[in-house]
């Protein structure tokens, strides 16, 4: 999976997600002469600590482990944070046993007995670091980004959720991640079984969302679930969602469900016309805050739609 086509994928599955400095380039794979890949798969951990913004520590590594220390950090507020793309020093040695499992997809519930550490984990998997201590259950919004996260994934490369597994599965010794309690790893099991329920369309996937009611074209719908950041050139339900809201303002709208030129100069002109503000990307970008402005702007002076 190329960087451009992991952004397609995020946009996909409605991913909020942030970009990190050069971290399309990032990687350890000139200064350790090893190339990443093939990866088989993806591994969550927690990175020990409940800091707000930990972009600059997983860029950088620390003393004796240098950066990057994953591909993804995830925040609080459930933003992914691209940190680098190739290798990255977040697995460490693992069990071959657990990497054929992973490979084949071929286990129970869990994946073997992680017993060995002979297999460096750096070469084939993809990492996400989660901020938070482990000592406590993530945030609800960090988990929701982890299902969808691991859907855009898995998806891309066609795996289903068993080749998810948490770093305290894979054979470092003493790693617990991620965990819900001192000491405590997450039941995988489980978390498995959630992104799967994502894959497969049971929760949370922006193109199986419903259209609202016909006979309710230009009125304000109704702010609820997840809605995702929007880009010029992407497609889709929620494209023609934001341009039908627009046309309450700007009747010249069209609903294409794409979004175009003409949506990217309307996402500028409600933003100068409604908010007296100016946006910095010419309305190419749009995104949580916008959502909540076109939802809660009445259309008439008297407060009506």
């Known amino acids: 999976m190329s960087p451009d086509d992991l952004l397609t994928q995020l946009r996909k599955w409605g991913v909020k997600f942030a970009e990190y400095k050069n971290w399309r380039?990032?990687?350890?794979d000139r200064a350790t002469g090893k190339a990443w890949g093939p990866v088989n798969g993806f591994m969550v951990h927690h990175t020990g600590s409940d800091s707000r913004d930990q972009r600059a520590l997983l860029r950088g590594g620390v003393?004796?482990?240098?950066?990057p220390l994953s591909h993804f950090g995830l925040a609080q507020d459930g933003t992914?944070?691209?940190?680098g793309w190739g290798r990255a020093n977040h697995a460490g040695m693992g069990d071959p046993d657990v990497l054929a499992a992973v490979r084949s997809e071929d286990y129970g519930a869990y994946p073997p007995a992680d017993n060995q550490a002979t297999v460096d984990g750096n070469d084939c998997f993809y990492g996400v670091e989660i901020w938070y201590s482990g000592s406590h259950e993530m945030t609800k919004a960090q988990y929701t980004a982890l299902r969808k996260l691991s859907a855009a994934i898995c998806d891309f490369h066609k795996w289903t959720a068993k080749s998810v597994i948490g770093h305290g599965e894979w054979g470092s010794p003493g790693k617990w991640d991620p965990g819900m309690a001192p000491g405590r790893m997450m039941d995988m099991a489980k978390v498995r079984a959630d992104i799967e329920a994502t894959l497969s369309g049971q929760a949370d996937k922006p193109e199986?969302?419903?259209k609202p009611p016909a006979d309710?074209?230009?009125?304000?719908?109704?702010?609820?679930?997840f809605l995702p950041e929007l880009r010029?050139?992407?497609?889709?339900?929620?494209?023609?969602?934001?341009?039908?809201?627009l046309a309450r303002?700007?009747?010249?709208?069209?609903?294409t469900s794409v979004y175009d030129d003409a949506t990217a100069k309307a996402v500028h002109a409600f933003y100068a016309q409604e908010l007296d503000y100016k946006t910095t990307t010419a309305g190419k970008v749009f995104g949580a805050d916008g959502w909540r402005r076109v939802l809660s702007i009445k259309s008439k002076a008297d407060g009506t739609d």
């Open 232 to 245: 010029h050139g992407d497609r889709g339900w929620y494209v023609g969602w934001l341009q039908r809201n």
């Open 25 to 28: 380039t990032h990687s350890r």
């Open 63 to 67: 003393a004796g482990l240098p950066g």
């Open 208 to 210: 199986d969302k419903p």
């Open 216 to 225: 309710r074209p230009d009125k304000m719908l109704a702010v609820s679930g």
């Open 249 to 255: 303002f700007l009747p010249a709208v069209k609903v």
């Open 80 to 83: 992914v944070h691209l940190i």
